[in-house]
């Protein structure tokens, strides 16, 4: 089954990454994190993003489009970075998960999100 696992953004994210001693302890952390996941063949994809005010929203009504740009407001709604994992279950993910390092300097949130399986669809 693959999953996105989805880091939450939060209002320190939102404000750029600045190397310090605990942002770099942290990524060092979140590096030996993912050579698990690659070493246990279930990482795919991993990336974080830049903040919010970096990005634009397209809003759609009918035919009509408009392009709204960032910051975003409710970072808790944002996300800050991803992974795309295959994984057994569900219950596999949520136990990679509770083995991550906390992404974030203070409290933080991760999701994770199972892709749809459209196999037998045609």
Known sequence: ????VLVKATED???????????KAMMAAM????DELREAGILIM???LQPSSAGKRVAFDGSDRSVIDGPFP????LVAGF????????AEAVAWVKRCPNPMSGPSA???RPFHDLTGLE
Not at 1 to 4: G, K, Q, S
Not at 83 to 88: F, Q, R, Y
């Open 110 to 112: 991760i999701e994770i």
């Open 83 to 90: 992974w795309l994992w295959e994984v057994k279950d569900m």
């Open 74 to 77: 409710n970072p808790d709604e």
């Open 13 to 23: 994210s939102e404000g750029g990454f600045t190397p310090t001693p605990e942002s």
């Open 31 to 34: 590096g030996r994190f993912n």
């Open 46 to 48: 991993a990336d974080g």
């Open 1 to 4: 089954m693959r999953v996105m």
